[in-house]
């Protein structure tokens, strides 16, 4: 039998919560992360809502003015490398060593890597390329590129730790974490590692949201109690978010071996392309049906043991429906009925980060045995009809566990967890 990966270890930075206590509390009771925001200080801008950070607040590139809870350390030192999200990152794998009762030094064995997903940060990109040429390329922070492109947490966070293990970053839009995750699983289940760290950021920025409002994804709706409301007939859009969530994922032998508690086995994965637009999901779920199918096949379950399905539902039109399509075609027609629901309705949509964190929240389900439910929803899209879709969180605990995750190009990915026996 090949290695069996487990997730022993969670930490979030979040809009619902700044760790696993107060992100559970959240998960069980329905609460929200969101708040009004005026991007760029221009009360004009339809985009009024967002699922804010609480605690950390990041006004100007000058890290001098950058500010985090008081129960959380950053070594200043180490900013000099970071954006706003790899501040986010740092506290979030801090917790997550933690919680998987690891000390850091443990992980320069050689036998520990790292699979990190960001955007890179355009907040501070934006700025420093305004430096540039304001100097005419005569000066320039020596910082610039580490701490501001996509592979700057995976720059920051090996280094910082002394990783020799595989480092990588991944780059698929808002499937990027979710196939962080699936090669992470690969490299365990293969032998290579026998643990890797999963850690997915992003800012929560005028730079890093705002300009999903070209493309009419975007909820212009100003409330925040209804603006994120996935497979909801009058959703308009999705809300943007950000903040950090890591994941320590084992060998389930050395996992045992150190005695430390298995949140859920990661028995399966899969992943699928559309094939079909450079932005646009695919009609009807084509990609991500395939996706689904592969993924129970990876983990050798049938569509009808699955009890919860952690959708990748954004709050978007067309992205809804394209997906209740597929889980139509995996489920409703095979006679199978599992619970489902959109944690984005919560949180809203964390992008690059959205994978990790909402695997994370069905590990926190599966050990802590209950269904998040789909909050906000108030009258289902028609489409929506033979799906089981509960309106609040259910005290059953889900043994199977099915999390989709769809980007832009048609990028699909899914996992299925497992409660540990």
Same mark, same amino acid.
């Given at each position: 039998?090949?290695?069996?990966?487990?997730?022993?270890?969670?930490?979030?930075?979040?809009?619902?919560?700044?760790?696993?206590?107060?992100?559970?509390?959240?998960?069980?009771?329905?609460?929200?992360?969101?708040?009004?925001?005026?991007?760029?200080?221009?009360?004009?801008?339809?985009?009024?809502?967002?699922?804010?950070?609480?605690?950390?607040?990041?006004?100007?590139?000058?890290?001098?003015? /950058?500010? /985090?809870?008081?129960?959380?350390?950053?070594?200043?030192?180490?900013?000099?490398?970071?954006?706003? @999200?790899?501040?986010?990152?740092?506290?979030?794998?801090?917790?997550?060593?933690?919680?998987?009762?690891?000390?850091?030094?443990?992980?320069?064995?050689?036998?520990?890597?790292?699979?990190?997903?960001?955007?890179?940060?355009?907040?501070?990109?934006?700025?420093?390329?305004?430096?540039?040429?304001?100097?005419?390329?005569?000066?320039?922070?020596?910082?610039?590129?580490?701490?501001?492109?996509?592979?700057?947490?995976?720059?920051?966070?090996?280094?910082?730790?002394?990783?020799?293990?595989?480092?990588?970053?991944?780059?698929?839009?808002?499937?990027?974490?979710?196939?962080?995750?699936?090669?992470?699983?690969?490299?365990?289940?293969?032998?290579?590692?026998?643990?890797?760290?999963?850690?997915?950021?992003?800012?929560?920025?005028a730079e890093s949201i705002l300009p999903f409002s070209s493309l009419r994804v975007l909820s212009n709706n100003p409330d925040p109690?209804?603006?994120?409301?996935?497979?909801?007939?009058?959703?308009?859009?999705?809300?943007?978010?950000?903040?950090?969530?890591?994941?320590?994922?084992?060998?389930?032998?050395?996992?045992?071996?150190?005695?430390?508690?298995?949140?859920?086995?990661?028995?399966? /994965?899969?992943?699928?392309?559309?094939?079909?637009?450079v932005a646009a999901s695919h009609p009807e779920g084509a990609g991500l049906r395939s996706a689904m199918q592969r993924a129970l096949?990876?983990?050798?379950?049938?569509?009808?043991?699955?009890?919860?399905?952690?959708?990748?539902?954004?709050?978007?039109?067309?992205?809804?429906?394209?997906?209740?399509?597929?889980?139509?075609?995996?489920?409703?027609?095979?006679?199978?009925?599992?619970?489902?629901?959109?944690?984005?309705?919560?949180?809203?949509?964390?992008?690059?980060?959205?994978?990790?964190?909402?695997?994370?929240?069905?590990?926190?389900?599966?050990?802590?045995?209950?269904?998040?439910?789909?909050?906000h929803l108030e009258e289902p899209d028609a489409v929506c009809a033979g799906l089981d879709l509960p309106r609040t969180s259910l005290?059953?605990?889900?043994?199977?566990?099915?999390?989709?995750?769809?980007?832009?190009?048609?990028?699909?990915?899914? @996992?299925?967890?497992?409660?540990?026996?």
């Amino acid at each position: 039998m090949p290695p069996l990966p487990v997730i022993t270890g969670l930490g979030f930075i979040t809009s619902i919560g700044n760790d696993r206590a107060s992100v559970l509390r959240s998960l069980r009771e329905l609460r929200h992360g969101f708040e009004p925001v005026e991007f760029l200080g221009n009360p004009n801008l339809p985009v009024k809502v967002a699922g804010t950070v609480k605690g950390f607040d990041f006004p100007t590139p000058n890290r001098r003015d /950058w500010r /985090w809870p008081a129960s959380l350390t950053v070594d200043r030192e180490l900013l000099r490398g970071l954006a706003p @999200h790899g501040v986010y990152a740092l506290c979030a794998l801090k917790q997550a060593l933690a919680d998987a009762g690891l000390d850091p030094a443990a992980l320069a064995d050689g036998d520990t890597g790292l699979y990190c997903a960001s955007a890179g940060s355009p907040f501070l990109l934006g700025h420093f390329l305004d430096q540039m040429h304001a100097t005419r390329g005569e000066r320039g922070n020596p910082m610039c590129i580490v701490s501001s492109i996509a592979g700057t947490l995976n720059f920051n966070l090996a280094a910082c730790y002394k990783i020799s293990g595989a480092v990588c970053g991944f780059s698929s839009a808002c499937a990027s974490s979710s196939h962080a995750l699936g090669y992470a699983m690969d490299e365990i289940r293969l032998g290579r590692q026998t643990r890797m760290l999963v850690v997915a950021a992003e800012d929560v920025t005028a730079e890093s949201i705002l300009p999903f409002s070209s493309l009419r994804v975007l909820s212009n709706n100003p409330d925040p109690e209804t603006a994120s409301r996935p497979f909801d007939r009058q959703r308009d859009g999705f809300v943007g978010t950000g903040g950090s969530v890591a994941i320590v994922v084992e060998d389930a032998a050395l996992a045992r071996r150190r005695g430390v508690r298995i949140y859920a086995e990661l028995i399966g /994965w899969g992943q699928a392309g559309d094939g079909h637009s450079v932005a646009a999901s695919h009609p009807e779920g084509a990609g991500l049906r395939s996706a689904m199918q592969r993924a129970l096949g990876d983990a050798h379950v049938n569509a009808a043991a699955i009890d919860y399905v952690n959708a990748h539902a954004a709050s978007t039109p067309s992205g809804d429906r394209s997906e209740v399509l597929a889980l139509h075609s995996v489920f409703t027609g095979n006679s199978a009925k599992p619970h489902i629901s959109s944690t984005k309705a919560l949180t809203g949509h964390g992008l690059s980060l959205a994978g990790a964190m909402e695997i994370a929240f069905c590990a926190l389900a599966v050990a802590d045995r209950f269904i998040p439910g789909a909050a906000h929803l108030e009258e289902p899209d028609a489409v929506c009809a033979g799906l089981d879709l509960p309106r609040t969180s259910l005290d059953e605990a889900p043994r199977l566990v099915l999390k989709n995750s769809s980007g832009f190009g048609g990028s699909n990915v899914c @996992h299925v967890l497992r409660r540990p026996a």
